[in-house]
């Protein structure tokens, strides 16, 4: 009887673990991409016929091991009641759940995590492998032990972001509705994930680079950012554009009258005050930096730009993007920035 008792639950045991081998699930995942196109926020679900479930986390710089340190930027883990292992391995945390079911939302950023790309003409590339590397079992990308039954990544993008491309590694529908492009895929593992997006204002980032030679041109969050040098715009002291600032203002105009976007002009000033007679005019370089913003504002304006499109915005010295104490610091510092709002 014991004999007959006791292979009736090695039987059961064997079925067990057949099944749980065999076991797969259904995985959501969201991002909400941020603005500057590297942050995120993701709502993750998994949904198996797991008895338990380990979650694996890889282990990030900073990570000391401790639970708090480690899971500092999950904003949720369901259930609350896990265990914590960061001894089993070096490179890897693990959560282990009671039951097979867990959904956690968390803050990332994508280059941190050595997912993102971005090339020269400012499009972003993500992806959730290298194309290399593989776990002793052989997987890669979004894996589970039994595979999934279905999978669904989301990608949740900001105003400011557009779609360039999208694959997948593995047979599946892409939807695209408004701002979100989900992937939806039946029987896969090991999925492999390629999103390429830009700022909707990369097409005038391009053609400004190429009109406006020795012009900074940066992609911004907010949008395209052309710097201007004010000695180039203005003699010391003065408000007035000179004559070779005129013509960098006309071609300015040129390239972005036919536009919608919103247009700030600021006037920003090294920390040098004003003195002498020039104090009669500008007491500070408050109303330096205002006058030089307001110079260029009427000038596109003069040019035919909409009136209804332009700002004009003064910072004095309070914005430096150098040293001050040094003239090559200085002279960067006085500047106009032209900010085409996405």
């Known amino acids: 009887m014991r004999k007959v008792f006791s292979r009736l639950l090695l039987l059961m045991s064997s079925v067990l673990m057949a099944m749980q081998a065999q076991a797969a699930g259904v995985s959501e995942v969201i991002y909400f991409i941020?603005?500057?196109g590297e942050d995120y926020v993701s709502y993750t679900t998994t949904r198996t016929r797991y008895s338990s479930y380990n979650l694996w986390l890889k282990k990030q710089e900073g990570d000391d091991g401790t639970e708090e340190k480690a899971l500092a930027d999950f904003m949720y883990i369901f259930p609350k009641e896990y265990r914590w292992n960061t001894n089993k391995k070096p490179s890897h945390n693990i959560i282990t759940f009671s039951g097979g079911d867990y959904a956690l939302m968390k803050m990332g950023n994508f280059r941190d995590e050595k997912q993102l790309t971005l090339d020269a003409n400012g499009t972003f590339q993500i992806s959730n492998w290298d194309g290399k590397t593989k776990n002793k079992k052989?997987?890669?990308?979004?894996w589970n032990t039994g595979g999934f039954d279905k999978v669904a990544m989301v990608f949740v993008?900001?105003?400011?972001?557009e779609v360039v491309s999208h694959k997948a590694n593995r047979?599946?529908?892409w939807v695209q509705r408004n701002n979100s492009l989900a992937f939806y895929a039946d029987s896969v593992n090991d999925l492999v994930f390629d999103l390429q997006y830009r700022h909707k204002s990369q097409k005038s980032f391009t053609n400004l680079k190429q009109e406006l030679e020795g012009v900074e041109v940066a992609q911004t969050t907010a949008g395209v950012k052309l710097t201007l040098g004010s000695q180039v715009l203005f003699a010391s002291g003065s408000s007035e554009l000179s004559a070779?600032?005129?013509g960098l203002i006309e071609k300015l105009a040129a390239a972005i009258k036919q536009d919608q976007n919103k247009i700030v002009v600021a006037g920003h000033t090294d920390n040098v005050q004003v003195k002498g007679a020039l104090t009669a005019k500008y007491p500070t370089n408050w109303e330096l930096s205002s006058a030089r913003a307001l110079s260029v504002l009427h000038k596109l304006?003069?040019?035919?730009?909409?009136q209804e499109r332009l700002q004009a915005r003064a910072f004095a010295d309070q914005q430096p993007v150098a040293d001050n104490s040094t003239v090559e610091g200085r002279a960067k510092n006085r500047r106009i920035e032209v900010l085409l709002v996405e």
């Open 171 to 173: 047979e599946g529908q």
């Open 138 to 142: 052989g997987r890669f990308g979004k």
């Open 34 to 36: 941020q603005e500057n």
């Open 301 to 306: 304006v003069e040019l035919g730009v909409a």
């Open 157 to 161: 993008m900001p105003q400011n972001l």
């Open 244 to 246: 070779k600032g005129v």
